[in-house]
């Protein structure tokens, strides 16, 4: 190998960034700026993707893994617009080479799109040795999209405002999840559609966004039974409308031996909490028997957010 070689291939960085699940999503009326004020509970899971920066002649961005054929090439890739934030914001050219190794379904409801985002930011810091502070990458993150900060932060926290507003939750323990990938996603702007059009035909519904109290106590207690019950996601009628083959997934996951199931954030994928990773692999094992879903995964959360990996 040649020097030079060597030398671009000991500079780039890579990121390993988590993918969230909603313990609990409350989804208020549609806001003037086309969002809705969320009151929701993330937590970071431990289906990563992994972001690899590296020095090139221009900005370029390649996709492996996990539905890779989806992810766009181009400037909407919400990786290459992180980049080119931080070099605008830098004052310098965004001369990088973007390698997304995916793990985290793509329009799955598991912001994976967010997770490659938060990773490039993190990464192209790191790469051009920039000294950003937290509050300040926070807000690049928002800018990107609401599920971004989260993300960078990881964890188990409350989101408010469109998601990107975010307080730290205490959870004890490890939570066990089993995760169903469909066969095909869901457009998030079409999910918040459906439901302001169910709820549009249903006037007298009730439109609750108060904090979750009783979940978040449930956390700290760290017993995956006690917080089963409590999960909830608004989104879930609407992506039930919408893929209504999910109804017959959530009724594997559960019959398997799941303690409870949901559409995790705007679907299309089913989240899972198991009592102990015993039976989340078993959980697992018999619905991919089933054949209700692409991909089944295990995975445990909280996990940390957005982090550089050293080799
Ligand atoms: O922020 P992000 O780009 O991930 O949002 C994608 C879309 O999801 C928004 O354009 C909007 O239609 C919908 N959304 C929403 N309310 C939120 C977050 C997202 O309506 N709080």
């Known amino acids: 190998m040649s020097r030079a070689s060597l030398s671009v291939v000991s500079d780039s960085v890579t990121v390993r960034v988590p993918a969230k699940v909603n313990l609990?999503?409350?989804?208020?009326?549609?806001?003037?700026?086309?969002?809705?004020?969320?009151?929701?509970?993330?937590?970071?899971?431990?289906?990563?993707?992994?972001?690899?920066?590296?020095?090139a002649n221009e900005l370029r961005v390649t996709t492996r893994g996990e539905g890779a054929a989806d992810v766009p090439a181009d400037a909407t890739n919400l990786a290459v617009r992180a980049v080119n934030e931080v070099?605008?914001?830098?004052?310098?050219?965004?001369?990088?080479?973007?390698?997304?190794d995916k793990r985290i379904p793509v329009a799955g409801g598991m912001a994976g799109?967010?997770?490659?985002?938060a990773g490039a930011l993190?990464?192209?810091?790191?790469?051009?040795?920039?000294?950003?502070?937290?509050?300040?990458?926070?807000?690049?993150?928002?800018?990107l999209g609401s599920d971004v900060p989260f993300a960078l932060h990881g964890g188990t926290a409350l989101g408010t405002g469109r998601?990107?507003?975010?307080?730290?939750?205490?959870?004890?323990?490890?939570?066990?999840?089993?995760?169903?990938?469909?066969?095909?996603?869901?457009?998030?702007?079409?999910?918040?559609?459906?439901?302001?059009?169910?709820?549009?035909?249903?006037?007298?519904s009730d439109i609750i966004t108060t904090r979750p109290d009783e979940l978040m106590a449930a956390l700290t207690?760290?017993?995956p039974r006690v917080v089963a019950p409590l999960l909830h996601n608004d989104?879930?009628?609407?992506?039930?409308?919408?893929?209504?083959?999910?109804?017959?997934t959530l009724r594997a996951g559960v019959d398997a031996g799941a303690l409870n199931g949901i559409v995790s954030g705007s679907g299309p994928t089913c989240a899972f909490l198991c009592a102990d990773e015993t039976s989340a692999v078993n959980?697992?094992?018999e619905l991919s028997g089933v054949g209700v879903a692409r991909a089944v995964r295990t995975a445990s959360g909280p996990v940390p957010g957005a982090r550089l990996l050293h080799d």
Do not use: K, N
């Open 113 to 117: 799109g967010s997770a490659d985002a």
């Open 24 to 55: 609990h999503l409350g989804v208020g009326p549609l806001r003037d700026d086309g969002f809705h004020d969320l009151v929701t509970v993330f937590q970071a899971l431990s289906l990563c993707d992994d972001i690899r920066l590296s020095p």
């Open 283 to 285: 959980v697992a094992a």
């Open 87 to 100: 070099a605008r914001r830098a004052d310098r050219p965004a001369r990088v080479a973007i390698d997304i």
């Open 122 to 143: 993190v990464g192209a810091a790191a790469l051009w040795g920039l000294d950003i502070d937290r509050d300040d990458l926070t807000e690049m993150a928002a800018a």
């Open 221 to 223: 207690s760290g017993d």
């Open 163 to 204: 998601g990107e507003r975010l307080m730290p939750i205490l959870a004890r323990g490890e939570f066990h999840w089993v995760l169903a990938i469909a066969r095909s996603g869901l457009s998030t702007p079409a999910v918040y559609g459906e439901l302001d059009r169910l709820r549009e035909s249903r006037p007298d």
């Open 235 to 248: 989104l879930q009628p609407a992506a039930l409308s919408l893929q209504p083959a999910l109804r017959r």
